[in-house]
């Protein structure tokens, strides 16, 4: 479960930095980037419950 925490704090650590970003193509791309990997993190958190 650890690890599942530690992906989570370094998923907002990059949502905080996409936030601030100065070019809004840069942060469209880093969004779909973050997305998929929330997607990943919360499929391994399922995964390691059922």
Same mark, same amino acid.
């Given at each position: 479960m #650890? +690890?599942? =925490?530690a992906?989570? /704090?370094?998923v907002s650590a990059r949502l905080h930095s996409i936030q601030t970003a100065?070019?809004? /193509? #840069?942060a469209t791309a880093e969004w &779909?980037?973050? *997305?998929?990997? +929330?997607?990943a993190q919360i499929n391994n &958190? =399922? *995964?390691t419950l059922g």
């Open positions: #650890r +690890i599942e =925490l992906g989570c /704090r370094e100065p070019s809004a /193509r #840069r &779909v980037g973050l *997305a998929n990997e +929330i997607d &958190v =399922l *995964a």
